[in-house]
């Protein structure tokens, strides 16, 4: 698990460094959400939601291989960030991580037709 050290406040927002839990170097800051960056997501997504909800389910089956790609095309720099952020194995991190979401995207994007079909 990654190692979190406060660095500063911003604004009274909090900010922290991430560090390797192996290495003990700096792989990685993040500032914290205040209560209105939460309400500006949660605004955010729900006008998504509804944008989504018009959406026919071949087409969100569309958005869900879109991802499926991005995440394939992406792993080398996911897998190394993941490492990082907690000193597993490549191999460990491949099939915990980038081979999990790949096969529950597939799964559910192949067969989200039976799966919401009325019964």
Do not use: H
Not at 7 to 19: A, E, P
Not at 24 to 47: I, K, M, N, S, Y
Not at 84 to 90: A, M, P
């Amino acid at each position: 698990m990654a190692i979190l050290e406060p660095i500063q406040q911003n604004g009274g927002k909090r900010r922290y460094r991430v560090k390797s839990p192996v290495t003990l170097e700096p792989v990685g800051e993040f500032e914290c959400a205040d209560e209105a960056d939460v309400r500006a997501a949660v605004a955010r997504a729900r006008a998504a939601q509804k944008r989504w909800g018009v959406l026919s389910l071949d087409d969100r089956t569309k958005y869900l291989q879109r991802v499926l790609d991005l995440v394939v095309g992406q792993q080398e720099r996911i897998i190394e960030t993941i490492r990082g952020e907690t000193g597993r194995s490549v191999l460990e991190t491949y099939f915990m991580e980038i081979f999990a979401v790949c096969d529950s995207i597939n799964y559910y994007s192949r067969n989200a037709k039976k799966i919401l079909s009325d019964r």
